[in-house]
């Protein structure tokens, strides 16, 4: 489909008008799991403001990595030891989500892993993360166009949109029960993706099957909301509940 975009359009202008749009769909398409892993790493602060400060910086900082990788790709897709460090990477924070799937901490709330002492510790991760899921993104924006300045905008927005992503996949984390294990299943893919394109890329799986393999997770992922809190569940159905009426003293029959 995108060759035939590039056969379609008949000069660079054009090119970069057709080719604007989707590679910012698809930045944003190839980073919902990118986001939910963001959000989840994110977490490992404590409040609110210590998470967005730490999204802020830390992908500030993944777009300069990022501003680097892309100008570096050609170079890079030559060396399959970065691939395969990133897939390390990733599925190595798949295994750190799942086994501490069920561990508890003080308060008696599921431990996110990994847990940070400050806001520095948190910002190198995230940045890091962001470029392992760039080595898939940005080689396959390369592939679609050798215009550097197109696939640096395309880049550039698609960190943006990540990081409102990520904000929204931070409150929804806590409100469905599915979501923070289907992004991570999700990472696993990406990251055996780049597995199975080190050891023998012709059994690479198309872009069409994993965006329906990551749309179907998503689908179970937002398929159940968390139960309301013991607290708030009485308090929820009393005013649920109708006021029952009292007849007054003078009507009562003696």
């Known amino acids: 489909?995108?060759?035939?975009?590039?056969?379609?359009?008949?000069?660079?202008?054009?090119?970069?008008?057709?080719?604007?749009?989707?590679?910012?769909?698809?930045e944003a398409i190839l980073s919902a799991d990118n986001a939910i892993a963001l959000a989840a790493i994110a977490q490992g602060l404590e409040g609110q403001k210590l998470q967005a400060r730490a999204l802020n910086f830390g992908l500030v900082a993944a777009f300069v990595l990022r501003i680097g990788l892309i100008l570096t790709a050609t170079w890079v897709i030559n060396y399959w030891q970065f691939e395969l460090l990133g897939a390390a990477y990733l599925l190595?924070?798949?295994?750190?989500?799942?086994?501490?799937?069920d561990?508890?901490?003080?308060?008696?709330?599921?431990?996110?892993?990994?847990?940070?002492?400050?806001?520095?510790?948190?910002?190198?991760?995230?940045?890091?993360?962001d470029l392992a899921f760039s080595l898939d993104s940005v080689t396959t924006a390369i592939a679609?166009?050798?215009?550097l300045r197109l696939v640096l905008t395309g880049g550039l927005i698609g960190?943006?949109?990540?990081?409102?992503?990520?904000?929204?996949?931070?409150?929804?984390?806590?409100?469905?029960?599915?979501?923070e294990d289907a992004g991570f299943v999700t990472v696993a893919l990406v990251g055996l993706r780049l597995l199975v394109r080190v050891v023998s890329?012709?059994?690479?799986?198309?872009?069409?099957?994993?965006?329906?393999?990551?749309?179907?997770l998503f689908i179970w992922g937002f398929s159940k909301r968390q139960p309301l809190d013991d607290e708030a569940a009485p308090a929820v159905a009393e005013?649920?509940?109708?006021?029952?009426?009292?007849a007054p003293e003078s009507t009562v029959k003696r």
């Open 201 to 216: 890329p012709e059994f690479v799986p198309p872009e069409w099957l994993m965006i329906s393999a990551i749309g179907l």
């Open 144 to 147: 679609i166009s050798q215009d």
């Open 239 to 246: 005013a649920a509940e109708p006021p029952i009426e009292v």
């Open 92 to 101: 190595w924070l798949v295994f750190q989500h799942f086994a501490n799937h």
């Open 1 to 26: 489909m995108l060759d035939q975009l590039l056969d379609y359009s008949p000069n660079l202008g054009m090119d970069t008008l057709l080719l604007l749009p989707v590679l910012i769909a698809l």
């Open 103 to 129: 561990q508890l901490d003080e308060n008696g709330e599921r431990l996110h892993a990994p847990k940070f002492a400050s806001l520095w510790q948190a910002i190198p991760m995230i940045a890091i993360t």
């Open 159 to 179: 960190i943006v949109a990540l990081r409102f992503m990520a904000g929204l996949f931070i409150r929804w984390l806590d409100e469905f029960v599915y979501l």
